[in-house]
C-alpha cells in the first residue's frame, strides 16, 4: 500500500517576548553583583548603567554603555524603561534614596530584586526597589519599606518593621516586633533583641549586640577586636593549641 500522508499542519507564528530595557545606577561591585543575578535569576540582561556626570569616567561597563545620569531622560522612554539603584550606605543610606527618587521623577518604574534563594513569608508586606540576596529570612508579618538592601543569611523577625532606605548587613539578626527607623544601618553579624527600636539614622555596628532601643542618630558599637602583632616564636606557642587529657 502506498504510505498515507498527512496534510500538513498551520504553524503558529513563534512570538518572540522583547526583554525589559533595565537600568542600574552604580558603577561599584554592587552593581556587578546585581548584574550577574539578573543575568542567572532573571535571564535578563542590563541595557546601560548610569551615574552622576562626573563619575562616568568610561564608556561601557560589563560589556553595557555607560550614560551619564543627565542623559537618561532623553534616550529612554518613561515606564517602559526599569531601573535597579546599586549603591550601598553612602551617606548614610541617603544616596540610594536620592537617586531612586531622582529615577522615578524621570517616568522610569523602579524594580526590586528578591534572590530566588531568600525564603520572604508570602504576607509580607514590601515596597519599592528592594534588594533581598540569597539566604535571606524574613518571618510572617513583617513589613519592609522602600529601597532596603538586605544581605545575604540576615534574619528579620515576625511582626518586625524596617523603614526606608535600611541597609543590613550580611548574617545580621533582627528578631521579632522590632521597629527599625529610616535610612538606618544594622551592620553585619550585628544582633537587634526583639521587642526594640532602633531610631532613624541609626547605626548598629557589625558585630554588635542591641539590648535595648536606640535613639535616632545613635550609635551602638562592639568595636574592632585587638590585634597583636606575632613573632615567628609566639605563633609556635599558639598553634597548635595545647591540649590536656
Keep these: 500500500m502506498p504510505p498515507r500522508y498527512e496534510p500538513a499542519?498551520?504553524?503558529?507564528?513563534f512570538l518572540r517576548i522583547p526583554m525589559r530595557t533595565i537600568l542600574i545606577f552604580g558603577l561599584g561591585m554592587q552593581a556587578e553583583l546585581l548584574d550577574f543575578y539578573i543575568r542567572q535569576d532573571w535571564k535578563e540582561s542590563v541595557t546601560a548603567f548610569t551615574v552622576d556626570r562626573q563619575y562616568c569616567r568610561e564608556d561601557r561597563f560589563l560589556g553595557a554603555p555607560v550614560i551619564?545620569?543627565?542623559e537618561l531622560s532623553g534616550r529612554f522612554r518613561g515606564k517602559e524603561c526599569f531601573f535597579l539603584v546599586a549603591v550601598g550606605y553612602a551617606r548614610l543610606n541617603a544616596l540610594r534614596l536620592e537617586r531612586a527618587a531622582a529615577l522615578t521623577a524621570c517616568g522610569f518604574t523602579q524594580l526590586s530584586y528578591v534572590s530566588p534563594r531568600a525564603c520572604v513569608a508570602s504576607n509580607v508586606r514590601r515596597g519599592e526597589g528592594n534588594i533581598i540576596f540569597e539566604n535571606v529570612t524574613v518571618q510572617p508579618f513583617a513589613t519592609l519599606g522602600n529601597n532596603i538592601?538586605?544581605?545575604?543569611?540576615?534574619?528579620?523577625?515576625?511582626?518586625?518593621t524596617v523603614g526606608d532606605g535600611v541597609f543590613i548587613g550580611a548574617n545580621a539578626a533582627v528578631n521579632g516586633h522590632v521597629?527599625?527607623?529610616e535610612r538606618a544601618l544594622i551592620g553585619s553579624?550585628?544582633?537587634?533583641?526583639?521587642?526594640?527600636?532602633?531610631g532613624r539614622q541609626s547605626i548598629v555596628g557589625?558585630?554588635?549586640?542591641?539590648?535595648?532601643?536606640?535613639?535616632?542618630?545613635?550609635?551602638c558599637n562592639a568595636g574592632e577586636s585587638r590585634v597583636y602583632p606575632l613573632t615567628q616564636e609566639k605563633i609556635e606557642t599558639l598553634w597548635p593549641p595545647k591540649t590536656t587529657r
Excluded: C, Q
Design 9 to 13: 499542519r498551520e504553524r503558529k507564528p
Design 189 to 198: 553579624n550585628a544582633v537587634v533583641r526583639e521587642d526594640l527600636s532602633v
Design 68 to 70: 551619564p545620569f543627565d
Design 149 to 160: 538592601v538586605v544581605w545575604p543569611n540576615a534574619f528579620i523577625g515576625h511582626h518586625t
Design 206 to 219: 557589625a558585630g554588635s549586640i542591641l539590648l535595648r532601643s536606640l535613639p535616632e542618630r545613635s550609635v
Design 179 to 181: 521597629s527599625i527607623g
